[in-house]
């Protein structure tokens, strides 16, 4: 049985190398009794069109040159891939057609068709006998014998019977792309780049239960990615889009592709034969995705006036100038797009009937969702005046508009047209965790964030999540009635549903943004890595995770392009992170970082003066929400130590959180137990803490409690503790509950940089979370 149906397009047989990698995705990736579609290797059809350009003009020193130039790229494939027998019996044949060609040329017997059908059958032919030498079992299939059309028409009845005789069961079936035959046996071809046609005609035929269209290029992209920088992968593509653009004449998929595929469950999808474990575009029946924006090019066409057009008319054209060709009513008028190389042909196929209307016409086609093409189209219009150029010809049809202009518009124009139009229209969907009350805050402003990013970004919310229930719509929730909605829709959920949910997301980008304080959560990161998720915590637990996963988590990031922020992990809503990235990228180094990287213990010690016990403003400062809920977590001084390794590593230094030392602002003895045995136990705290203010005082410093970073004789030195800050310095001055982050570094030397402000409260810290989610889209856009 036939499960699978891979194409190699020419791309990808572009050299020996390429073959061989070819081989191996087939290895991998294929089956007993799947079939492979081939093209023929590089720009060879391109080689053998010249030909026979050349034999019509009679120009026999071109015919020479080319009939060399195929045989010298040929015999290099075979004597890269082939040994022994395999490579003389390859040779010869190859020897005997070439000069079978060079025969025909001289007697004026040359056939088109026949003749670019030899691309494809020297691929079929090398890719079969490498297979077999690398000990898979293979065979080539010449498709004139399974593909039969009357007229024009394929064979269906016929050609299925064909196909289940020939397809071996037990082998790789290397079959030629691109190539049929006529009722008389000669060779007919399915059109320019029509090996994706024959991959999906194959696949009807054999019930195969999916197709591969394996290229150069990682799937279906907005635009060209070798044209467009900022080019996006879509990985969903309706057949319908898909469909307009191969009319419009895009390389990517043949026109014909998807119509094979009409009333089957047949899967299609294209994806990098250059990159096989790569993410790919899965191209899928009209309403199972959403329409997205595309920009294509269009290059060196004419445009005709035909007086009418009968049925059948311009795929009998098609067929006969080998290319695709759109044709569209505008002002009244049937117009067809042709390629200008074939105008002459068309004009005669019409015979008095078609007018050239236009002609040597470049310029783009916009594809979108059809409410957006005449805006786009304007805006477009617009944009390519700014560039001094006016479309000639341009015209709105059904999901896509055509701007006809003079000149070939260059890379720069296209990634105008592209960044400021195509990209823009990126959805991003953002999926928060956490709704405490940093969450709540966050979800407080958000609307007002939104407002600020929706002028350029479509950023829609579309989970809400707490530990045990959440609130989804892939369509967007309403994030200012996000409270009443949670009340009356909200439910709970497992790991895998969200997971599960996530995957699903038709988004060109995805933000986690954790706000919880989980451990549970953070190991959830990898997972959402997987699933190609930027992330923002506000949580410290992944930044502070061993070493090995850290790290692990950073080169998955990094394989996917996708970011990680988590700047209000330390000190809130201050801009600590940005400052340490910052300094570093313009070429300092940072030799020292000291300070009080926590709110509440910040303010503990700025507030006390002895004339209060310390006992009683941890009871205050837990009454007034500044404390975690048993405020030895904020006392032991694992919060700052986890901070100060968030910074640490942020410097590129790899260290383990026990690599800090840690002293905590209260007795050891006082660490176990419950809260309230702390509570009967206070005197002992508060007599610590006295003890240490007197010692302070001794010394005319204050008694503070700070975190320190610093390289000494290249040794690293970072520890949390209590210290006795003498009395004229910065940190022993803060207003309570005040961060303060004092930098040395090469440039900052004798003269410290410092950041100060709130490190705590709601509303700094939902703001540094704002902060990240803004540098966030702009930067991934
Ligand atoms: N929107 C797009 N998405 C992907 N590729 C595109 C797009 N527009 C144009 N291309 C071009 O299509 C090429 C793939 O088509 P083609 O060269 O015919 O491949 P193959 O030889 O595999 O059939 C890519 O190399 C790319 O430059
Ligand atoms: N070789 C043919 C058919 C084809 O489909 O090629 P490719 O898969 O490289 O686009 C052509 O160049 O038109």
Known sequence: MVNQVHKFGGSSLSSADRFKSVANIIL?????????????????????????????????????????????????????????????????LLETELSIITKQAKQGTLAEAALLAHGELWSARLLSAYLEQLNVSA??????????????????????????????????????GFIAADLHGETVTLGRNGSDYSATLLARYCNAKKVSIWTDTQGVFSTDPRKVANAVKYARVCRDQANLLARLGNPVLHAKTLSPLKDTDIELVVRSSYDPQGSHTEIVKLGMSKQKRFLTTVNNVDLLIVDDLSEGEVAHVSQLIQHSLHHFEHEGEIYLLVPASATHQVANYFAGRANISESNLNGVAIIAPDQEVAPLGKQSEALLQTQSIQPRFTHYGEGYTLLLTDQVLESDVLSLLHDKLINKAQE????????????????RQLPAQLARLSTDFNVKLVALLRSEQMLVNANGLDCESWQLQWENHASSYKQADLLSYIDTLEYEHKIVIDITASEHFSQLYSKLVELNCHLISANKYAGTAS?????????????????????????????????LADLQNSGDKITRIEGVFSGTLSWLCSMYDGSKAFSDLVLEAQALGFTEPDPREDLSGRDMQRKLLILVRELGIELELDDISLSALMPDELSAGSWNNFIDNKARLDAFIEQHAQAAQQQNAALCYTGLLEFENNTLNAKVGITYVPKSEAVANLTPGDNIFVINTQWYNQNALVIQGPGAGKEVTAAGVHSDLYWLVQNIS
């Not at 064909?162 to 082998?171: H, P």
């Not at 991003?428 to 979800?443: K, P, Q, S």
Request: charged share 15%; proline share 1%; hydrophobic share 45%.
């Open 28 to 92: 991998t990736h294929a089956q007993a009794g799947d079939c492979v579609v081939v093209s023929a290797a590089g720009k060879t059809t391109d080689t053998l069109v010249k030909l026979w350009q050349s034999y019509q003009q009679q120009d026999t020193q071109a015919i020479a040159d080319i009939v060399l130039l195929l045989s010298n790229h040929q015999i290099a494939l075979i004597e890269q891939l082939l040994i022994a027998n395999a490579k003389h019996h390859a040779l010869d």
């Open 547 to 579: 070493l090995s996963w850290y790290q692990t988590l950073r080169e998955s990031l990094a394989q996917r392009g996708l970011h990680w922020r988590y700047n209000a992990s330390v000190g809130a809503g201050l801009p600590i992170n940005f400052a």
């Open 139 to 176: 065979c080539a299939h010449d498709a004139r014998q399974l593909f039969t059309l009357d007229a024009g028409q394929l064979q269906h009845a016929n050609n299925q019977q064909q196909c289940l005789k020939a397809i071996e069961t037990s082998k790789i079936n290397v079959v030629t």
């Open 428 to 443: 991003i969907a953002l999926i928060i965790a956490g709704l405490g009350n940093v969450g709540a805050e966050f979800m």
